[in-house]
């Protein structure tokens, strides 16, 4: 069973998924940090209004809007509209993903694995049915195939908190398996996401790529990316660890 993900200033730990739990804690020290908390390093051009901050909060006279306080440490992709996405420079297989996210109301981005794989960040709070499976928050959003949704995951409970407040998503996710050739062998997975504390996936085999992805072919590695153009959302801490799964 995993044990939950914590934070505290400062310090980020995360059991892994696939060990013991007298496993070594996976902190800073043995995961790659995807924002250095100061700038834009790291991710690739361009990279449109998104900006660095001290913190964001709900505007009281538009809770669909941010107030950015200026400063370090989040990413925000713009107070009050939308921006291109965030993908990072590095590329990954295997991996262990911990994100923090915080969405105004009726927002909506997007954690892509390998830039192919979305899982969704909307604002789900009390939503008991959303449109369709896998547009709620940690949702595995639908592929698209003959102009239809299909494929989509909805999470298997609510963990959404209400927009303006932080939220966490601990991933573990396994890239598609190729042969010698190039042709695919396995399927991408989805092993495991919790949000919030709560587990809402285990073991969903991706047949390809969700919908609006970078690419519509499928790899051994692909980059992080972070959508920023279907409202306002702040990131931090953002850590993947490299893994290597069966």
């Not at 909307?122 to 698209?144: F, L, M």
């Not at 303006?164 to 890239?175: M, S, V």
């Amino acid at each position: 069973m995993r044990a939950p993900a914590c934070f505290t200033p400062g310090f980020l730990c995360i059991i892994s998924t696939l060990a013991l739990a007298t496993a070594p804690i996976f902190g800073a020290d043995r995961a790659d940090r995807l924002f250095n908390g100061k700038d834009l390093a790291g991710w690739r051009a361009p990279t449109g209004t998104w900006t660095v901050a001290k913190g964001v909060s709900l505007d009281p006279a538009d809770p669909e809007k941010f107030v950015i306080a200026p400063g370090e440490g989040i990413l925000v992709n713009s107070a009050a509209s939308h921006t291109v996405d965030l993908i990072t420079e590095s590329e990954f297989g295997d991996v262990e993903a911990h994100v923090e996210f915080c969405i105004t109301r009726h927002s909506n981005s997007g954690v892509y694995l390998m830039g192919r794989y979305e899982i969704q960040v909307y604002d789900s709070y009390g939503v008991a049915k959303d449109q369709y499976p896998g547009i709620e928050c940690g949702g595995i959003y639908p592929r698209w195939i003959n102009e239809k949704d299909v494929e989509g995951h909805s999470p298997r409970v609510n963990a959404s908190k209400p927009p303006g407040q932080w939220q966490t998503f601990d991933i573990t996710f396994r890239a598609p398996r190729f042969d010698a050739s190039g042709k695919k062998i396995a399927n991408a997975k989805v092993v495991k996401v919790v949000h919030n504390g709560k587990v809402i996936h285990e073991n969903i085999e991706l047949n390809g790529p969700t919908r609006g992805p970078m690419a519509e072919d499928e790899k051994p590695t692909g980059p992080i990316r972070l959508q920023g153009d279907h409202g306002p959302v702040a990131y931090r801490n953002l850590r993947v660890r490299e893994l290597e799964l069966k």
